[in-house]
């Protein structure tokens, strides 16, 4: 029986799918120019912007794999990380890499230590939750200065992002435990367990390094293809349910879920198209005077956690040939947008009294990640600074704990 309900249940997802792309055909052919501003828009943002942030960075990940300084990082993070979520320390570096390039980076890497058997499935599941995070970069310079123009705001939401980030990891290292069947201690020196792991990992690959140099290259070229082609059909789905009215059918139904808040038509057009697209419904919400100014920073907190389905298919094709599952990471980002939205609230009062000036300009302007030149530049440089500090405070954190537990011979 369970299996004819699962031929049943799959049958019909194979239907929808057939019809949602047949209406999309169908969009276009009627709406030709419309459709192809829209791709053309989605193309411009990820041409600029994603294409140059994020290729040194699959590169550089690759490479740093292949030559085992990723192993070799993970020694020095075991501590912390079996400390804070029972990951192995290899997960520390999705971890940097997520927390400062952005999403859906960490896929990637996950998708990779995964795919070497450095990590178990329950282990990539957490580390891919954890890890999968918006850019700080992101945060300030385009929704705190960009949409909203207050730099201070962008402190405060980049706050709330990465503590609901730790509060889900917390709750999945209570789901999960300790899912590893690896021993934390041997016997002799990290620092020569490091080393030694680094040489195991260069040697198990074997590639010259003008062959990885090659495969990084390609490998991560094609893996941006699909996040810019992600970022095209949605752009175009986006404009096809609000030229063919199903924007406002979704709002309408929504309308009736979210009675009890209130809320008008333009919030929830705002909110339902961030649930597709994360810079525009950011946008469109802060462009909104109909609710306080708090419920728009909660909206765009929840978002943020969210990343938008154009992000979920994203993760989805980066970990497709893995066997991570994409429900986990679905059931993950539901989780961090409830705490996030949450936490805004909790959180506001004590923001407002170390920061009295905090109520924005609203002036509605492109924002200026599309317009500034230098901005490639800027974000290598900050991205890279991040890295920098994160991974010394973690490596810091990693040793202090690591002397802790020699002292005591425990581990909590």
Known sequence: MSRLNFNMNHRFFTFLLAMCAAFLVLFIIIFPEEAFQSSLQGLNIWWKIVFPSLLPFFILSEILIAY???????????????????????????LAMGWTVGYPSSAQITSNIRQQNLITRDEGEKILAISHSSSPIFIINVIAIGFFHHMQLGLFITIIHFISLLILGFVLRLYYGDTSNRPLTQNN???????????????????????????????????????GGTMMLFAVIIKMVTLTNLLSLINKLLTQFFNIMNLSENTLASITTGWFEINLGAYQISTLQSIPFIWQIAFICSLLAWSGFSVHLQVKSLIQNTDLRYR????????????????????????????????????NTTPKYVEAPNTVWSIWENTFIFILILLCTMLILSIFIAIFRAIFHKFV
């Open 68 to 94: 085992g300084v990723i192993r070799m990082f993970g020694v020095w993070l075991e501590p912390l990380m079996r400390f804070l979520f029972k990951v192995p320390g290899i997960g520390g570096w999705a």
């Open 189 to 227: 020196h990290f620092i020569v367990r490091s080393v030694r792991a680094m040489i195991q990992a260069h040697q198990q690959d074997g590639r010259t390094f003008g062959k990885l140099l090659g495969d990084a290259v390609i490998s991560s070229t094609q893996n941006l293809l699909m996040i």
């Open 328 to 363: 986990s990471f679905l059931v993950s980002r539901m989780l961090q947008a409830l705490f996030s939205f949450v936490l805004t609230f909790l959180l506001w009062k004590p923001y407002q009294i170390l920061f009295s000036d905090v109520q924005p300009s609203f002036v």
